[in-house]
């Protein structure tokens, strides 16, 4: 029962965040988690390294913001679009890349992340260097006006939620038991009669369609669907905050998508602005060599050994 | 001009030429990458980002030192490998027993690190480096003009890339490879210092890339994120040709110089994706690579 208090815990912390903290960046820290989230279902759970993440967050974007500048969609619509849009790029890339594994897997997604980048930047819809701009919020279900911050920080948190029940329901289901054990054996996984490809492949297509719904949900937020969010930048990342936060932990993508966001706000208003991809780099590497389960997991081994 | 169906020879071979050139620098790098990965079964992130330095040091020997492009081409790479010996001893060995999925987001690391620096220090902006005085010119060819530059590249790349292979595959030193590639265990019971031919290996392949970043200052303009591009590019290479051979990785990098050349010419919007469609093809038909050995 100590983690159904921890989540009421977190929750009551996340309905009253918006009066102590500027909503636009509890909802980029949500929209960054969910990603992370998303990410980790892959990483942390089936042992499948995606470097190309960024395209389906990319695609979510491009999507509902092209339907909320030309149509006149509400938002939810939009972004159930966004969602199914990149969810069904996710089917068709993961049927590629599940073809290969461990270190050929990353370089695949990556390559075929690429291979988005370059088609948003010539598509004639998709605005080119300049991206989607000036992307209307609408009214959700045609009665709730978004523009305001805090409505749309609430309908933020209620996506994210959402997103992160979905995750914990997959990893506890008997599906998600199946995804870890092809993590940690999988010839025995196939010898005991699962196609292991057509179960990394539901996975993979689960990650990338919770990813375009971080992703859709992002271009609301900033009202901007932009090159960046498709740049194979955007995809490391990712990767590097569910490597901080701990990868395979519940919370350990909240955690570093968490610092991660907090490091660039830091950085990005002053001089130091030049300095993110070093400082990025550098705790790339010093998690790498000095802690690999990352801060919730480091957290978890501490208090397993102080207080079991 | 010259033309046969319609087509205009003049600007074809002209992209072809560029085709081939840029076919050289897969291939250096692609090269680098499968040497890397025949005996310590890492992919080197840091490759682009050792290329694109490779291009700077050029630049910096000959504008802080007064260093000219003959020496630099020789004493620029013999820089990265040492680097590169560095970081691998103090940086990938430590973790060398782990999933070889963290050496490629070390080397990740590394590579934002130093292309983040260089970004501060020079901007992104390109700097120029001027073509030697001995390779200024051109040659004037029944259907086109070839600058002497250009067609020292596609010779030098050509040169290093097969006496490479030479080397790995017809020396002794090279069978210490192989066999390192096939049993590191059992080599360094036959009492060959496996861990040093680890750490050489890897500085040599890395070095390569120094190699093609010198090679490369003088036609593209010397800038912090040269080498991020064609790395994702080189990486697409790599799936494409499986890195079962050394001589696969070569031919791959050239064939899809050409293949990129082509398409500029025929089809131009999709030049610089071409590339990575005839990756998704090789994936659905022959998953393991054009020569990769693996099922």
């Known amino acids: 029962m100590k983690i159904n208090k921890l989540y009421l815990f977190l929750i009551v912390v996340a309905l009253v965040a918006p009066s102590l903290v500027y909503p636009v960046f509890l909802m980029k820290l949500l929209c960054f988690a969910l990603f992370a989230c998303a990410f980790n279902l892959l990483l942390g759970f089936v042992g499948l390294l ?40 996710g089917a068709i890339y993961g049927k590629l890349a599940v073809k290969r594994e461990g270190i050929y897997f990353a370089m695949v997604t990556l390559a075929l992340a690429q291979l988005a980048f370059f088609f948003y930047l010539q598509a004639p819809f998709s605005g080119g ?55 940690e054996n999988e010839p025995r996984a196939v010898s005991l009669g699962y196609n292991v490809n057509d179960y990394k492949w539901v996975a993979f297509i689960i990650s990338s369609a919770l990813a375009g719904l971080a992703g859709s949900t992002k271009t609301l937020v900033f009202q901007l669907a932009s090159l960046t969010d498709v740049h194979w930048h955007m995809s490391g990342e990712v990767v590097l905050m569910t490597l901080l936060g701990g990868m395979g932990t519940i919370f350990g993508p909240l955690v570093g998508a968490g610092v991660v966001v907090s490091i660039q706000n ?43 | 001009m010259a033309t046969i169906f319609g087509i205009n020879l003049f600007a074809l071979s002209g992209q072809l030429l560029v085709g081939l050139i840029n076919g050289s620098f897969y291939a250096l790098l692609s090269l680098g990458l499968a040497i890397i990965f025949g005996l310590l079964k890492i992919i080197n992130f840091a490759q682009g980002a050792m290329y694109m330095l490779g291009a700077f040091f050029a630049w910096m020997a000959l504008n802080y030192m007064g260093i000219n492009y003959w020496w630099a081409l020789i004493l620029v790479p013999i820089a990265i490998g040492l680097l590169a010996i560095l970081m691998e001893r103090f940086l990938v060995r430590p973790i060398a027993n782990e999933d070889h999925l963290y050496s490629l987001l070390l080397t990740f690391g590394i590579a934002l690190v130093l292309q983040g620096a260089f970004t501060h ?86 070095a390569l890339a120094g190699f093609a970043g010198v090679l490369a200052a003088p036609v593209y303009s010397v800038s912090p994120d040269m080498g991020s591009n064609i790395l994702i590019v080189v990486f697409a290479i790599v799936v494409i040709g499986g890195m079962g051979s050394i001589g696969g990785a070569i031919l791959t990098g050239l064939m899809m110089g050409v293949v990129e050349g082509l398409t500029k010419f025929f089809y131009p919007e999709a030049s610089t994706t071409v590339i990575f469609l005839f990756m998704v093809i090789v994936l659905l038909v022959k998953p393991a690579g054009l020569f990769g050995k693996e099922a």
């Open chain 1, 50 to 89: 995606s470097f190309g993440h960024a395209a389906f967050l990319g695609t979510g974007g491009y999507i509902t913001g092209y339907l909320m500048l030309e149509t006149g969609i509400t938002p939810e619509l939009g972004i159930l679009a966004g969602t199914v849009g990149a969810g069904l790029l």
């Open chain 1, 129 to 183: 260097e300049d991206g989607l701009q000036g992307v209307r919020r609408g009214a959700l279900f045609g009665l709730i006006d978004l523009s305001d911050n805090f409505a749309m920080y609430y309908f933020v948190l209620a996506i994210f939620i959402f997103g992160f029940w979905l995750i914990h329901r997959t990893v506890h289901s008997p599906f998600g038991q199946i995804l870890k054990a092809i993590r």
């Open chain 2, 121 to 206: 220090i020079y901007g992104s902006s390109g700097l120029p480096y001027q073509i030697p005085d001995e390779l200024k010119g051109g040659t004037k060819l029944p259907f086109m003009y070839l600058p002497n530059y250009r067609a020292w590249i596609i010779v030098s790349s050509l040169v290093v890339c097969f006496s490479t292979w030479w080397v790995i595959e017809k020396t002794k030193l090279g069978a210490y490879l192989r066999a390192g590639t096939e049993n590191p265990q059992l080599m360094q019971g036959f009492g060959i210092n496996v861990p040093l031919i680890t750490t050489l290996t890897f500085g040599f392949g890395v």
């Open chain 1, 266 to 308: 830091l950085l990005s208003g002053g001089e130091l602005g030049n300095y993110i991809n070093i400082v990025m780099g550098v705790i790339f590497i010093i998690c790498v060599l000095a802690f690999r389960s990352g801060l919730v997991g480091e957290f978890q081994k501490l208090m397993k050994k102080n207080f079991n």
